[in-house]
């Protein structure tokens, strides 16, 4: 299933270039690979990822990356 998201571009650099080092034509297979194990952890572990993200932005680019996700989220099809 296709589908279409949203990344940084030197996310998407780092993505490319992981997929040359194992001899990949692309990324997806990276991206599946990432969720798989992310979704496989346990809500509590999940939290506990996401908790050690905390403080990682200052005010200013919080604000600036969730203004992102919202002009993001408006490009969405029901």
């Known amino acids: 299933m296709r589908t279409t ?3 940084p571009a030197d996310l998407r650099r780092k993505l490319i270039a992981e997929a040359a ?3 990949m034509k692309g990324f ?3 991206i599946v690979e990432a969720l798989e194990q992310y979704l496989s952890r346990g809500d509590e572990e999940r939290k506990r990822i996401v908790a050690e ?3 990682c ?3 200013q680019e ?3 990356e969730l203004q992102r996700i919202r002009e993001g ?6």
Do not use: H, Q, T, V
Not at 73 to 78: F, H, K, Q, S
């Open 73 to 78: 989220r408006g490009n969405w099809r029901p």
């Open 28 to 30: 997806s297979g990276i």
């Open 53 to 55: 993200l905390k403080g």
């Open 62 to 64: 919080y604000e600036k």
């Open 57 to 59: 932005l200052d005010e």
């Open 21 to 23: 080092a194992r001899n």
């Open 5 to 7: 998201i949203e990344m």
